[in-house]
């Protein structure tokens, strides 16, 4: 009888036991199971773009450029500038030549077709000879071969203050009227005075104005076109410039001039700056 209860507490026991080992088995599958889950990776994401390389940046041209071989460029990547620096360059003052004469100290000339010849020819002191037709055929030249040339160096902007809200050269009142290319000289310099506060005097008189473009007046002065060319950062300061092509010419005359400037904005509430580079003098 004894024996007998020994065997049936022992049983209880090991059935006990079993049940126990077998729960806590299961237990630690669940926990594991769930584990499992919580340190599942999860998918990568998505692999960011690998940065522009320079001669792949494109700049968007707000005038775009002619070339004589009937090329019309409308945006320029850094890779195709020196190819376009062998395009001969179409000139709207002179339409059936598609060249400029340049002239030297001793009276030698040189008939030059692409940039590449123009700003070779300049370094070895060749100038735009007369007549005046001629010399204003050469600003063609100076426009788009300086749009070149200085587009090799420049950079996207990471900051603008002239992009939201947009503004140019339509915007009288962020222009000094320093930047105007008047006879008087010490008008042009007056302290503050924009072309705005000029207009408003009849100094100045706007002809003609668009988007992109402003033909503006000195009566019995100076007249000046601006044109914005290109928006970009060309002195790699980060904040967004305006490339112009610029022409002035006397009101009651033939003489004619012109090539790039380049505008900045450095604040939301300033007015605009020149910016100074030794390619673009």
């Known amino acids: 009888m004894e024996i007998g209860c020994l065997f049936m507490m022992f049983f209880i026991v090991f059935v006990l036991g079993c049940e126990k080992n077998i729960k806590s088995s299961s237990q630690q599958t669940e926990t594991d199971l769930n584990s499992k889950e919580i340190v599942t990776e999860k998918p990568p994401g998505p692999v960011n773009a690998s940065p522009v390389k320079p001669e792949e940046l494109t700049f968007e041209l707000s005038e775009s450029i002619k070339f004589a071989d009937g090329t019309e460029v409308k945006s320029i990547t850094k890779a195709n500038i020196e190819a376009l620096r062998d395009l001969p360059i179409y000139s709207e003052k002179n339409d059936y030549i598609d060249g400029v004469t340049l002239i030297n100290a001793k009276d030698e000339q040189i008939f030059v077709r692409t940039c590449r010849e123009y700003e070779a020819a300049f370094e070895r002191g060749y100038y735009p000879s007369l007549p005046n037709s001629n010399v204003k055929s050469s600003i063609r030249f100076d426009h788009n071969c300086g749009l070149l040339r200085v587009l090799q160096a420049a950079t996207v902007s990471q900051e603008s203050f002239i992009s939201n809200p947009k503004v140019g050269v339509i915007d009288l009142e962020l222009l000094p009227f320093s930047f105007f290319p008047s006879v008087d000289e010490l008008e042009r310099m007056e302290l503050n005075a924009t072309y705005q506060s000029k207009v408003i005097k009849d100094v100045l008189v706007v002809k003609m104005v668009r988007q ?45 001039f012109g090539g790039i400037r380049i505008l900045t904005r450095k604040s939301t509430d300033g007015k605009f700056e020149e910016v100074e580079l030794h390619d673009s003098e």
């Open 212 to 256: 992109n473009f402003l033909t503006i007046v000195e009566p019995h002065g100076m007249g000046q076109q601006l044109v914005e060319a290109v928006r970009a950062d060309f002195n790699g300061d980060g904040i967004e410039d305006i490339l112009l092509f610029e022409y002035c010419f006397a009101t009651g005359g033939t003489l004619g």
